[in-house]
């Protein structure tokens, strides 16, 4: 084996007897040639020289001290390793010069012949290591850089990466235009892929993987997302088999990537196309159908607006009957064959594309002035060769253009829409025939079905509310008795099963009970009535204009003072009498809503200017199912208004002439302003304490389980049995407040509260019920009621109920408060 040469070793030593033994201790070491300078001004002229393999240098010399000396040495020749040697044995001294870049520290004062050569010999092959890796990542790096993919070498610790130039080519970045740090490469990916990706990368850094692959989008310097698949793979682990060091390839496959996405969206718009087509040939109801075909149309082809039109053989004209994305301007567009573009693709009778719509001499300028339509695709819809309307769809403020693909769609699309529209056209015409016959015997019939239906299911609600107050009290009760987390959990789902059967109760109440139970408050009458003129708009305004006929309207509205009302039962009877004034001017004429205020009450007339009514007929008009309609007309708005107004406690008003027209006149209340109470000092003694509380219910299980809750949160609490029994404890009992149910037996909660009031009028009622629609129904009762509570009830508005009251009463008796508390 040939033997290596000497190493050529430079003492840096300004102690000369240091350097003797030095030099002493490596007269043995024949590998070793040992030269000596005494200052760091020698030492650099001797390194410039070359020639020197490893350096011993003391940190203290006369012309530099400290860790300076080992900077300046490193800095000045970072390829010759130096060994630090020092009388000092400091571990925080030896790991600072280590961090300065000696490759090793050695105590003057332990130093051994054998330990000094070892020393010497390491750090030789450690330096040389470390220049032949550089060497290699050089040639590596200039590999990377030769090649026109994206190449990348990262440094995990550091978190420092080599971006190739290709990198930067392919993103059309000029070379070293961001640092070579991951973040920034991070900030170029799009948000929606980043979190994939970084996960991808951590998954192969922690060795759950080998490799790395994963697709993912870059955004280039032109502001365009690149498609980008990404390799790369650990090339060196740490401890616990983390990774150091991971290379890897970025290639652009964009190209790839819109061939697939165009497949796959020409694959998916016909696969859409079947299955819209099963779905519009179910659809019988022909003004649904029409919405249904808009909207799916405008789905299959990516489009943000567009309308179906039908064709008026007589008028001779296409008319839009359902649309999206358009305004109310819409229902007067009448456009001929060959007019527009949608006129053109019905005269030819074959689809029509056109990207540049802006500039199209077939843009209608109507269409130009109102919309930003950039592109538009039409359709014609034929039945057997017979024309009976076009699709029409745009793009709007967008640059997607339509394609072929988008246009074969439609024109597919159409064929089954028109087959689809004259179906359902049949279907209607046999409906409405149907209807006609069996109107009336239907309308008798489903009155008495709803009210045996109300009868039945208000007492099955009572019951049921009762039932499922118990449950959801005991299971309040029962949470509040437990930390136990299984059986919290467990409490937790029976309180969601509980209150979805008490939403469930309610619809049915809500479906089976008679009108006229619904709370009155202020209301502003004038937004009432302009929302009722405008959801009847195509009453009034679009069916009219299609027969030729005109009605006009007129609001006189102005401050309007706030009444008593319901808005919603307010809106219906307006949408009822402006229905019933359409209908009394066939040939056209004027509606003309006027509001005037009183004192105490508001005045509201709708006038029209049709045919009128006689005598007879007004002596008539407020029977339920009499009407002078024949069989399209059911007789019952006219009644339904007069109901709702009789709730208000308004009055409604007829004067009529045949061929003068018909004034209504209502009157409605006004709202009274409320008065903001004296402020009383409702304090935790009188609001917010134990109160003394009194329960009354006949169903021991809900008393109980009311009582328990209340109990459980610090109330003191009496019960009874039924109203009589409640009546004796509260004569002999100290009492703050009444809990009391309304169905019971011999004396229902209206007599409790009644009973309660007389005799104490200070001590406020709380009112539970589980019969809904009874709530609001007893006009001389339910003035002695301070809360209402409807069943099943939660712990948390019992508790908001009773401070309530109990405030009430703190502001009405303050006096009788203040004596009670103390």
Same mark, same amino acid.
């Given at each position: 084996?040939?033997?290596?040469?000497?190493?050529?070793?430079?003492?840096?030593?300004?102690?000369?007897?240091?350097?003797?033994?030095?030099?002493?201790?490596?007269?043995?070491?024949?590998?070793?040639?040992?030269?000596?300078?005494?200052?760091?001004?020698?030492?650099? !002229?001797?390194?410039?020289?070359?020639?020197?393999?490893?350096?011993?240098?003391?940190?203290?010399?006369?012309?530099?001290?400290?860790?300076?000396?080992?900077?300046?040495?490193?800095?000045?020749?970072?390829?010759?390793?130096?060994?630090?040697?020092?009388?000092?044995?400091?571990?925080?001294?030896?790991?600072?010069?280590?961090?300065?870049?000696?490759?090793?520290?050695?105590?003057?004062?332990?130093?051994?012949?054998?330990?000094?050569?070892?020393?010497?010999?390491?750090?030789?092959?450690?330096?040389?290591?470390?220049?032949?890796?550089? !060497?290699?990542?050089?040639?590596?790096?200039?590999?990377?850089?030769?090649?026109?993919?994206?190449?990348?070498?990262?440094?995990?610790?550091?978190?420092? =990466?080599?971006?190739?130039?290709?990198?930067?080519?392919?993103?059309?970045?000029?070379?070293?235009?961001?640092?070579?740090?991951?973040?920034?490469?991070?900030?170029?990916?799009?948000?929606?892929?980043?979190?994939?990706?970084?996960?991808?990368?951590?998954?192969?850094?922690?060795?759950?993987?080998?490799?790395?692959?994963?697709?993912?989008?870059?955004?280039?310097?032109?502001?365009?997302?690149?498609?980008?698949?990404?390799?790369?793979?650990?090339?060196?682990?740490?401890?616990?088999?983390?990774?150091?060091?991971?290379?890897?390839?970025?290639?652009?496959?964009?190209?790839?990537?819109?061939?697939?996405?165009?497949?796959?969206?020409?694959?998916?718009?016909?696969?859409?196309?079947?299955?819209?087509?099963?779905?519009?040939?179910?659809?019988?109801?022909?003004?649904?159908?029409?919405?249904?075909?808009?909207?799916?149309?405008?789905?299959?082809?990516?489009?943000?607006?567009?309308?179906?039109?039908?064709?008026?053989?007589?008028?001779?004209?296409?008319?839009?009957?359902?649309?999206?994305?358009?305004?109310?301007?819409?229902?007067?567009?009448?456009?001929?064959?060959?007019?527009?573009?949608?006129?053109?693709?019905?005269?030819?009778?074959?689809?029509?594309?056109?990207?540049?719509?802006?500039?199209?001499?077939?843009?209608?300028?109507?269409?130009?002035?109102?919309?930003?339509?950039?592109?538009?695709?039409?359709?014609?819809?034929?039945?057997?060769?017979?024309?009976?309307?076009?699709?029409?769809?745009?793009?709007?403020?967008?640059?997607?253009?339509?394609?072929?693909?988008?246009?074969?769609?439609?024109?597919?699309?159409?064929?089954?829409?028109?087959?689809?529209?004259?179906?359902?056209?049949?279907?209607?015409?046999?409906?409405?025939?149907?209807?006609?016959?069996?109107?009336?015997?239907?309308?008798?019939?489903?009155?008495?079905?709803?009210?045996?239906?109300?009868?039945?299911?208000?007492?099955?609600?009572?019951?049921?509310?009762?039932?499922?107050?118990?449950?959801?009290?005991?299971?309040?009760?029962?949470?509040?008795?437990?930390?136990?987390?299984?059986?919290?959990?467990?409490?937790?789902?029976?309180?969601?099963?509980?209150?979805?059967?008490?939403?469930?109760?309610?619809?049915?109440?809500?479906?089976?009970?008679?009108?006229?139970?619904?709370?009155?408050?202020?209301?502003?009458?004038?937004?009432?009535?302009?929302?009722? =003129?405008?959801?009847?708009?195509?009453?009034?305004?679009?069916?009219?204009?299609?027969?030729? =006929?005109?009605?006009?309207?007129?609001?006189?509205?102005?401050?309007?003072?706030?009444?008593?009302?319901?808005?919603?039962?307010?809106?219906?009877?307006?949408?009822?009498?402006?229905?019933?004034?359409?209908?009394?001017?066939?040939?056209?004429?004027? #509606?003309?809503?006027?509001?005037?205020?009183? &004192?105490?009450?508001?005045?509201?007339?709708?006038?029209?200017?049709?045919?009128?009514?006689?005598?007879?007929?007004?002596?008539?008009?407020?029977?339920?199912?009499?009407?002078?309609?024949?069989?399209?007309?059911?007789?019952?708005?006219?009644?339904?208004?007069?109901?709702?107004?009789?709730?208000?406690?308004?009055?409604?008003?007829?004067?009529?002439? &045949?061929?003068?027209?018909?004034?209504?006149?209502?009157?409605?209340?006004?709202?009274?302003?409320?008065?903001?109470?004296?402020?009383?000092?409702?304090?935790?003694?009188? !609001?917010?304490?134990?109160?003394?509380?009194?329960?009354?219910?006949?169903?021991?299980?809900?008393?109980?389980?009311?009582?328990?809750?209340?109990?459980?949160?610090?109330?003191?609490?009496?019960?009874?049995?039924?109203?009589?029994?409640?009546?004796?404890? #509260?004569?002999?009992?100290?009492?703050?407040?009444?809990?009391?149910?309304?169905?019971?037996?011999?004396?229902?909660?209206?007599?409790?509260?009644?009973?309660?009031?007389?005799?104490?009028?200070?001590?406020?009622?709380?009112?539970?019920?589980?019969?809904?629609?009874?709530?609001?129904?007893?006009?001389?009762?339910?003035?002695?009621?301070?809360?209402?509570?409807?069943?099943?009830?939660?712990?948390?508005?019992?508790?908001? !109920?009773?401070?309530?009251?109990?405030?009430?009463?703190?502001?009405?008796?303050?006096?009788?408060?203040?004596?009670?508390?103390?």
């Amino acid at each position: 084996m040939e033997t290596p040469p000497p190493l050529s070793v430079l003492l840096v030593e300004d102690h000369a007897a240091v350097a003797r033994l030095i030099q002493e201790l490596l007269r043995d070491q024949p590998r070793l040639h040992l030269a000596w300078v005494e200052t760091l001004a020698g030492a650099l !002229a001797r390194l410039k020289e070359g020639a020197v393999d490893v350096v011993l240098l003391d940190l203290g010399l006369p012309d530099s001290q400290g860790l300076d000396t080992v900077a300046r040495v490193v800095g000045a020749h970072p390829e010759i390793p130096v060994i630090v040697l020092t009388g000092h044995d400091d571990d925080a001294l030896a790991m600072a010069a280590l961090k300065a870049g000696a490759q090793d520290y050695l105590s003057k004062a332990t130093i051994e012949p054998a330990m000094l050569a070892r020393a010497v010999q390491y750090a030789c092959e450690r330096q040389r290591a470390a220049l032949a890796l550089q !060497a290699s990542e050089e040639r590596f790096r200039q590999a990377m850089d030769a090649t026109s993919d994206g190449l990348w070498d990262w440094d995990i610790p550091s978190g420092q =990466v080599y971006y190739s130039p290709g990198y930067f080519r392919m993103l059309g970045y000029e070379p070293g235009v961001f640092p070579a740090r991951l973040e920034t490469w991070l900030d170029l990916m799009h948000p929606a892929d980043r979190d994939r990706v970084v996960a991808a990368n951590e998954a192969c850094v922690r060795n759950d993987v080998a490799a790395v692959r994963v697709e993912f989008r870059m955004r280039a310097r032109d502001g365009t997302w690149r498609w980008i698949l990404g390799r790369g793979k650990a090339v060196q682990r740490g401890t616990g088999g983390r990774a150091l060091k991971m290379i890897g390839t970025h290639v652009d496959i964009t190209e790839r990537k819109q061939v697939e996405e165009a497949l796959t969206a020409r694959t998916r718009q016909l696969e859409a196309v079947r299955t819209v087509t099963a779905e519009i040939t179910r659809e019988l109801d022909l003004s649904r159908l029409l919405r249904l075909l808009n909207q799916r149309a405008a789905d299959l082809v990516g489009a943000v607006s567009g309308a179906v039109y039908l064709w008026d053989e007589v008028g001779g004209f296409l008319y839009p009957q359902v649309w999206l994305g358009y305004g109310d301007w819409m229902a007067a567009v009448r456009l001929k064959l060959g007019e527009g573009i949608t006129g053109r693709a019905a005269a030819e009778r074959q689809g029509l594309l056109i990207n540049d719509y802006r500039t199209s001499p077939l843009a209608p300028p109507l269409f130009l002035e109102r919309t930003g339509i950039t592109a538009t695709i039409a359709a014609p819809l034929l039945y057997r060769d017979r024309l009976i309307g076009a699709l029409s769809l745009n793009n709007e403020g967008t640059e997607r253009a339509f394609t072929a693909e988008d246009q074969q769609t439609l024109t597919l699309f159409a064929a089954h829409a028109a087959i689809a529209i004259e179906n359902a056209r049949l279907y209607g015409q046999v409906e409405e025939a149907l209807r006609d016959l069996q109107g009336v015997q239907a309308e008798l019939i489903r009155s008495e079905q709803l009210r045996g239906l109300g009868q039945m299911a208000a007492g099955i609600a009572h019951d049921v509310n009762n039932t499922l107050a118990a449950i959801l009290g005991q299971a309040e009760l029962l949470k509040l008795r437990t930390r136990a987390p299984d059986l919290l959990e467990g409490l937790t789902l029976v309180e969601t099963a509980a209150t979805d059967g008490a939403q469930v109760v309610r619809r049915l109440q809500e479906f089976a009970r008679p009108r006229g139970a619904s709370p009155l408050a202020s209301c502003d009458l004038t937004a009432i009535v302009r929302e009722a =003129v405008e959801f009847t708009r195509p009453r009034w305004q679009a069916e009219p204009q299609r027969r030729g =006929v005109t009605i006009a309207t007129h609001l006189e509205l102005t401050e309007l003072p706030p009444i008593l009302g319901n808005p919603p039962e307010l809106r219906e009877a307006m949408t009822n009498l402006i229905f019933n004034a359409v209908d009394a001017m066939p040939h056209g004429g004027a #509606l003309t809503v006027q509001g005037e205020a009183g &004192p105490t009450e508001v005045t509201l007339r709708v006038r029209d200017t049709g045919i009128g009514m006689t005598p007879e007929l007004q002596a008539k008009i407020f029977e339920p199912f009499f009407t002078t309609k024949g069989v399209g007309g059911a007789g019952l708005g006219l009644s339904v208004v007069y109901g709702i107004l009789q709730r208000h406690g308004g009055r409604m008003e007829i004067a009529s002439a &045949p061929r003068q027209g018909t004034v209504i006149t209502l009157t409605f209340q006004r709202a009274v302003p409320v008065e903001r109470a004296t402020q009383v000092d409702a304090s935790p003694a009188t !609001a917010t304490a134990t109160q003394r509380l009194l329960v009354i219910d006949d169903e021991p299980l809900v008393r109980k389980t009311i009582a328990g809750l209340l109990r459980m949160v610090g109330h003191a609490v009496v019960e009874a049995e039924d109203g009589p029994a409640g009546l004796a404890l #509260l004569a002999r009992a100290s009492v703050d407040l009444v809990l009391t149910d309304l169905g019971m037996p011999g004396m229902n909660g209206w007599e409790v509260a009644r009973s309660v009031k007389t005799a104490r009028p200070d001590i406020p009622v709380v009112l539970l019920t589980g019969w809904r629609e009874q709530a609001h129904g007893e006009p001389e009762g339910r003035q002695h009621v301070d809360v209402i509570l409807g069943k099943p009830v939660r712990l948390a508005e019992l508790r908001q !109920a009773i401070l309530d009251a109990v405030s009430r009463r703190v502001a009405a008796h303050p006096a009788q408060s203040r004596e009670q508390a103390t």
